[in-house]
């Protein structure tokens, strides 16, 4: 065979292959099966579905309702009472009718005289009063009992009215100055009168 021919049977045969692998893939292609996406078809058989036209669904909001939310209850107010060798009193703001004081409380022995409001005012006489810095209540109470006196205790810091920071040994209440005056002079020097309230100008 002349070179000349040999060149076109082989251009021809190139040919020939590269329709054949289009022909092939063109097959291939339109052959392939299409993919769709379905949804399930709808439950069938015993399968139970809620009877929506027997069932009540409230439209207002009202009790049923799936939109109707339980209320939160109400935080209850916060009243407790610490020891740290005096007591305190926590109340939430705004919780209460009426302030809490110490002395609403039994347990709160370092606040023994009850003022109701800001025009109470009691009397007391003053006999020692000790730095609450170096002494808690009952090193306070025995420290009285070493001076010789066995009235009443309170922490100073309860009643607006004095000096904070101090265990105050004391007579009374009394109702007036005249009486806790007399009583004052009874117990001698260094004792005296002391008015209490809940006015802190009152110092």
Partial sequence: MEPRQLRAAIILGSLALAATAIIVAAIAFTGRPEVRETEPPPPTGDIETPDRAGS????????????DEPDE???????????????????????????????????CTSAP????????????????SLSGADLDEAAARDRAAELGFDEQLLWSTHY?????????????PFEDRDAAGAAADGFGDPAYARRLTLDPSDR
């Fill in 113 to 128: 005289i009850e003022l109701a409001d800001r025009d109470d005012v009691r009397w007391i006489v003053v006999l020692a």
């Fill in 160 to 172: 607006p009215s004095l000096n904070p920071g101090f265990w105050v040994v004391y007579e009374g």
């Fill in 56 to 67: 009540e669904e409230p439209s207002d909001g009202g009790p049923g309702s799936s939109l």
């Fill in 73 to 107: 209850a109400p935080e209850a107010a916060t009243v407790e009472l610490g020891f740290d060798g005096v007591c305190t009193v926590v109340a939430a703001e705004d919780e209460l009718a009426e302030d809490p004081q110490p002395w609403h409380f039994d347990e």
